[in-house]
Structure formats: C-alpha cells, structure tokens
C-alpha cells in the first residue's frame, strides 16, 4: 500500500512563500511520476505541477507557471512544492500524488494514489 504524506501547509500573506514535502513509502518512489493537484471550495480539482520519475521533466499550470518549482529527491522518497509570490487565488488543500506510471502528466486519472492533502491560504 503505497502511503503519501504532505506537509508545509499554512497560513502565509500575499506575496509570500510557502513549501510543500510529500514523503511516500510502499512502493519504490523513483520508477513513478509524482504531482501536486489543489482543489479550491466549490471548484474542481486540478492539476498544479507535475515531475517524471527522475526529475528531468515537469510540467506546470499555466496558473502558476514561474511562481511554483516542483522537485523530487529519490534517495528521501520525498518530492516537494516551492511555491512563490502566492496569491489568494492559491488558496485550496495541495494533495501529493503519485503517479501510475513513470512520465509527467497533467490528468488525474493517471495518479492512483492520494495523500490526504494540506491546507494553504493565502490573505490579501
């Protein structure tokens, strides 16, 4: 059983910056994809950033593109999320996800597990 927890959330001002960690076990972290979605009240989930299996391809919402670094270390089993100049648009619970297979990309269905995600808002 494949396990991700997320943590680095918070309260932070706009303009501010925050980190997220997602340490997995269960299955061996470097031959996956990993990724970052958020999911806003009333809004559905979407994809924030995205890494393959050995960190040499991410990809990234247009939303966030420039602000937001998506980055893994396999010898930790922990990938991370740097997120800079926040917003209050930002504001939603970030889940960690790992992926079903090895390359980077943006639909949910290809991640088959789920952390229990992290809250971050961000104040005006």
């Known amino acids: 059983q494949v396990q991700l927890v997320e943590s680095g959330g918070g309260l932070v001002q706009a303009g501010g910056s925050l980190r997220l960690s997602c340490a997995a076990s269960g299955r061996t972290f470097s031959n996956y994809a990993m990724g970052w979605f958020r999911q806003a009240p009333g809004k559905e989930r979407e994809s924030v950033a995205v890494?393959?299996?050995?960190?040499?391809?991410?990809a990234y919402a247009d939303s966030v593109k420039g602000r937001f670094t998506i980055s893994r270390d396999n010898a930790k089993n922990t990938v991370y999320l740097q997120m800079n100049s926040l917003k209050p648009e930002d504001t939603a619970v970030y889940y960690c996800?790992?992926?079903?297979?090895?390359?980077?990309?943006?639909?949910?269905?290809?991640?088959?597990?789920w952390g229990q995600g992290t809250q971050v808002t961000v104040s005006s």
């Open positions: 890494i393959s299996w050995s960190g040499g391809s991410t």
């Open positions: 996800t790992a992926g079903r297979g090895s390359r980077a990309t943006m639909g949910w269905r290809d991640y088959a597990y």
